[in-house]
């Protein structure tokens, strides 16, 4: 039986992304259309959202959304689709809270209203069923900024019609950002102060949202089960683990797809040319295509190490610098596209400087470069100190070139370790965040490169042949979709409804 599901997130593909988050967003609803689910996606407005570009509808009406002590805030609905399906998806018009350059920050500062912006954003999306008449079986939010979905649903908006209490299902992308504000938002979320409390809404003095949604949320989900087991831990939960803990039961790890139209060697229009398991001649001219592009020498006879990455601590860019001297000095090729962290821009920039025959740098954002790398190089460096997920190890298996990754989270999950004896394995592992455990597993992936080319090839059909599918992730949050009704309904209303699943 197909479900009514409504989606809030504040980033979906193609149309707003700093990170996997929209990647997600945009794909998982249109997998589970096709199972014939009815999904509706919601999202903010943002600027740079061009109206004409994705051919954007306003709706007829106003939503009013009540904030709190600001009093109520007005704002009108375009209605597009994500591209190549039906599946509708509603912004939100705000001029005071999302007319602006950048989703969230300006220069790395978080902008100050970013409570109300994500309040505003949570409320509207439980407004939004009354204005397009829509009543769903549950509510889906993603992160943070949605996750006060779920403690409204369970509170100011318990009695609405549509969506009060509502099963709901709280994916988190990441621990680190929690949403955490001056205790005074409490006044414009406006759930009533009995919810500031250690077993709900209060951190360490602050409003935390985060807190919030894991508290009520129906069930709750994380992108990979290694992650799923580590944000129970004080290492990885930033504080909120103890909640996390709390919650277990009601816990799952679902592993990201990958979107395989966009990211296929055999296909992919953004490299130079397409290569596939049984033909890897084009893989080769990527390769130099890649060493002209950031004015390297053109070698045949040198790995080239690729990494595409946000810049921050996250990623582990803070150990990897403290490597790259060492790395440096094998005979290597190193190309590195990102943006992020202001030290780091200069850092690298220096590394450049200094070697400018073994290491490319481009600072910014560019998907076609980031196709680019994954085609050209040989090795995929992801040095993590936490990792959700992780899609970009996924997509360099499906490209042959292979991940060098620390053992965490998704990445621990995704990639097998070379086996010297058997062959088996899909890359290159590391546990311990350090520059020194870092440089030796560079170092034991170069030395393969180097010494044992009939592994390198066993390696590189095993990784091409990995695949992580959307159809497969889709299944399982279906599953996780009946948990929720099951749990929120109780089973014999559950049955009733839904007949045994
Ligand atoms: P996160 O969401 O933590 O940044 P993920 O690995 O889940 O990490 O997703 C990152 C996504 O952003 C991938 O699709 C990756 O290719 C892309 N990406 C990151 N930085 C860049 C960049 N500088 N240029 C192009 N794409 C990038
Ligand atoms: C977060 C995580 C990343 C994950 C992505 C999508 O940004 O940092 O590991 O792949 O969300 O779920």
Redesign the pocket.
């Known amino acids: 039986m197909g479900l009514k599901i409504l989606m809030a997130a504040s980033e979906c593909v193609p149309f707003a992304?700093?990170?996997?988050?929209?990647?997600v967003v945009g794909v998982l609803p249109k997998h589970l259309a096709r199972m014939g689910h009815d999904v509706r996606v919601v999202m903010p407005r943002y600027y740079r959202v061009g109206l004409e570009q994705y051919g954007l509808k306003l709706l007829p009406g106003v939503l009013t959304v009540p904030m709190g002590i600001i009093g109520n805030q007005y704002c009108g609905v375009y209605e597009g689709r994500l591209p190549g399906s039906d599946v509708p998806v509603y912004f939100l018009e705000h001029e005071g809270y999302y007319g602006r350059a950048g989703l969230y920050e300006v220069n790395n500062e978080g902008f100050l209203d970013n409570d109300n912006r994500f309040i505003f954003l949570s409320k509207a999306a439980l407004e939004l069923p009354k204005m397009i008449g829509f009543t769903p079986d549950l509510i889906h939010a993603h992160d943070w900024h949605t996750a006060a979905v779920p403690v409204l649903v369970n509170t100011a908006y318990a009695a609405d019609p549509q969506v009060g209490e509502k099963p709901t299902v709280l994916t988190v992308?990441?621990m680190q950002y929690q949403g955490n504000f001056y205790e005074g938002a409490m006044d414009v979320l406006d759930v009533g102060w009995e919810h500031f409390t250690f077993l709900g809404l209060e951190k360490d003095g602050e409003m935390n949202l985060l807190k919030g949604g894991l508290y009520h949320a129906t069930v709750l989900n994380t992108?990979s089960e290694g992650y799923a087991r580590e944000m129970q831990t004080a290492e990885y939960g930033w504080g909120l683990d103890g909640v996390v803990r709390e919650r277990a039961a009601d816990l799952y790890g679902i592993l990201?797809g990958v979107d395989y139209e966009d990211w296929n060697p055999e296909t992919d229009p953004h490299i130079a040319a397409c290569y596939s398991i049984d033909d890897l001649a084009g893989k080769k001219l990527c390769k130099r295509d890649l060493q002209r592009t950031f004015g390297l020498p053109e070698r045949d006879d040198v790995p080239i190490i690729g990494l595409?990455?946000?810049l921050v601590k996250?990623?582990g860019i803070d150990v990897l610098a403290e490597a790259m001297p060492r790395i440096m000095a094998l005979d290597v090729q190193f190309i590195m596209?990102?943006?992020g962290e202001p030290w780091s821009h200069f850092y690298f920039g220096d590394i450049r400087n200094a070697y400018p025959d073994k290491f490319g740098f481009?600072v910014?954002?560019?998907?076609p470069?980031?196709h680019q790398i994954e085609a050209g190089a040989d090795f995929f460096l992801?040095p993590s100190a936490f990792?959700?997920?992780?899609?970009?190890?996924m997509?360099s298996l499906r490209y042959g070139t292979l991940p060098i990754v620390r053992a965490t989270g998704g990445l621990d999950d995704s990639v097998d370790n070379f086996n010297e004896k058997t062959l088996d394995g899909t890359g290159f592992k590391f546990r311990d965040l350090n520059a020194g455990a870092l440089f030796d597993t560079v170092g034991w992936a170069v030395h393969t490169w180097y010494q044992r080319k009939d592994a390198m090839a066993e390696l590189i059909s095993n990784a091409m042949t990995r695949r992580f599918t959307w159809e497969d992730a889709a299944e399982k949050y279906e599953k996780l979709y009946h948990r929720a009704l099951r749990k929120r309904l109780g089973e014999r209303a559950y049955t009733q409804r839904y007949g045994k699943q």
């Open positions: 992304k700093e990170g996997g988050l929209a990647d992308h990441n992108v990201n595409v990455s946000r996250q990623k596209l990102g943006a481009h910014g954002y560019n998907n470069l980031a992801m990792e959700p997920c992780g899609l970009n190890q997509y």
